[in-house]
């Protein structure tokens, strides 16, 4: 087995990136993969519902998300906050694991802009200059881009963005809005096809992860990842997370994809 590597799982919100950096961490072996460029330096905080529909005047829509809470700005240097995330996400046999979304591609660059240097201005460079050349790519991507809108809808609403017990409940208080549902699907497409365009234009090797693998057959995922690591690929664990889709959910793709078909909404 070859020498173990790090890595960044690349994605988009609701694709089973969740689940798969949660069974690369129970492995104790993969990195302690975080989210760690999330956090925008104005407030130490990821991106809340609010700031997700920028731009939307719609008031029903935005009737329907949680107010913008204050934050703390981020003293930190480059320089300090690339050693915090260097050593939070190493595990004791030096494998980095981290997960990175497109959107969070400009804090990013915001953050190698400040070192001290640079080895170039865009994205390769940046996590090059962050996280070292030696780093595998894994693209976690789903298929179905309304059912993640939709997942991503009731997330905004209710800001419960995992699950480690129970389903979500069927009165939890998100409201079904094709608008609201649509702008995710504009934001979330084109996420990936970044990300695609990305490995292209940059000529990168990746490790494809699908969400309909992850979900039918998590640890075979887990384990074909581990194996591209350099990893025993029997320390792929029973999933850790449940699904959080149910019958509502459901509904509400059907729904929309019928109103789509009337309206002309993206799909």
């Known amino acids: 087995m070859s020498e173990p590597s790090s890595y960044l799982v690349c994605a988009s919100q609701r694709s089973g ?4 950096v949660e069974s690369l961490r129970a492995t104790t072996v993969a990195g302690n993969p975080e989210e760690y460029f999330q956090y925008l330096p104005s407030t130490s905080r990821s991106p809340q519902p609010r700031q997700w529909f920028e731009g939307v005047t719609d008031p029903s829509v935005l009737a ?7 934050g703390i700005v981020d003293t930190r240097t480059s320089e300090q906050w690339r050693d915090q995330l260097l050593s939070l996400g190493r595990t004791p046999n030096g494998v980095w694991g981290g997960k990175l979304m497109w959107n969070q591609v400009p804090l990013v660059l915001e953050r190698a802009a400040g070192l001290h240097r640079r080895s170039g201005s865009g994205l390769r460079a940046a996590l090059d200059d962050l996280l070292g050349r030696d780093l595998t790519f894994v693209h976690v991507f789903r298929g179905d881009v309304v059912a993640q809108a939709v997942s991503m809808w009731r997330a905004v609403q209710t800001q419960v963005w995992r699950d480690d017990a129970t389903p979500p409940a069927p009165n939890d208080g998100a409201e079904y809005h094709a608008d609201g549902i649509a702008h995710l699907v504009r934001i979330l497409r084109e996420q990936d096809e ?14 494809d992860v699908s969400f309909d693998d992850l979900v039918r057959n998590p640890q075979a995922t887990v384990a074909k990842v581990l194996i591209e690591l350099g990893l025993d690929p029997q320390l792929a664990p029973p999933p850790p997370l449940k699904r959080q889709s149910d019958g509502r959910s459901r509904e509400w793709v059907e729904r929309y994809r019928d109103e789509a078909a009337r309206t002309g909404l993206p799909l």
């Open 17 to 20: 990136s969740t689940l798969l």
């Open 64 to 70: 329907l998300l949680p107010p913008l809470e204050p």
């Open 194 to 207: 970044q990300w695609r365009w990305w490995f292209e234009a940059e000529g990168l090797d990746h490790v």
